[in-house]
């Protein structure tokens, strides 16, 4: 499969300390004094483990995900390779291709279908930063526990 | 860990912009099949990233991944927790390799994965 989807993303400050704040009020200044986060040898405030999913707001539709009903989907699983930092300021390109799909039948019966993106994040440099893989879960029915 | 809030709940869907409904509309949480709201897997995923940051320091993740096996719903209190099961040279760096799970007040699972992350160099 090879259904891509790409669109740019500003690492604005006031999203970053936003986000950084929404978890758990982290107020590490790394995510937003400029002066702090050089002293910890970063050239600019950088950003929290998870913020790079701030960016699916931006995102247009994904492939394959325009069917589906939210009251039947579950986020499974989240993976993140770290390769280069990403700074307060960068311009990233964030680039989503539906890497797999595929079907179990489910411990009380019925059909999941998992459904596996691959995100890229590359700043303005063309350095890749951050690669991400997201596992959505459609159940059959309504999802229980 | 506190105990999680709703409002905690929604300020993780504006700052992240997930308004996936299921986390903040009861009505509609309630017609899919739940008890009530929960929080955003994500939410989960970025509090053992806050934990994961303050204990191997700022920048030093190399490596990163959760299963969410539960929900965690509001007013849960849940405990983040890391095993470490390897250390490596790996490029050049020194790598701390940790099984990583959560579990809320009932000893239930919550989250389950792995990290990887550099050791800052001794002087």
Same mark, same amino acid.
């Given at each position: 499969m090879s259904e891509v989807v790409s669109f740019t993303f500003p690492v604005e400050a006031g999203k970053v300390r936003e986000f950084a704040k929404a978890v758990m009020d982290d107020d590490n200044p790394v995510y937003w004094d400029a002066e702090y986060a050089r002293a910890k040898g970063f050239k600019a405030p950088i950003v929290p483990p998870t913020f790079v999913q701030a960016s699916a707001f931006w995102r247009p539709p994904l492939p394959g995900a325009a069917q589906r009903d939210l009251r039947r989907v579950l986020h499974g699983e989240q993976e993140f390779e770290y390769r280069h930092p990403i700074y307060v300021g960068d311009v990233l390109t964030v680039t989503t291709r539906l890497a797999k799909q595929f079907e179990k039948t489910g411990r009380r019966g019925g059909t999941m279908k998992f459904t596996v993106y691959e995100t890229t994040y590359t700043n303005q440099d063309g350095q890749v930063c951050v690669i991400a893989r997201s596992t959505t879960i459609e159940t059959g029915q309504e999802v229980q526990d | 860990m506190p105990r999680l809030s709703r409002t905690q709940i929604v300020r993780y869907a504006g700052a992240s912009g /997930?308004?996936?409904?299921? +986390? +903040? /509309?009861e009505k509609f949480a309630i017609r899919a099949g739940n008890e009530t709201v929960f929080a955003h897997g994500m939410l989960s995923m970025g509090l053992m990233g806050k934990m994961l940051t303050d204990w191997v320091g700022d920048g030093n993740l190399r490596y990163f991944r959760l299963r969410f096996v539960n929900r965690v719903w509001p007013l849960d209190t849940v405990t983040y927790r890391a095993v470490v099961t390897d250390k490596r040279e790996e490029n050049g760096e020194s790598i701390i390799v940790a099984d990583l799970y959560a579990e809320n007040q009932y000893g239930i699972r919550t989250v389950e994965g792995s990290m990887r992350a550099a050791l800052p160099r001794r002087p």
């Open positions: - | /997930d308004f996936n409904p299921i +986390h +903040h /509309d």
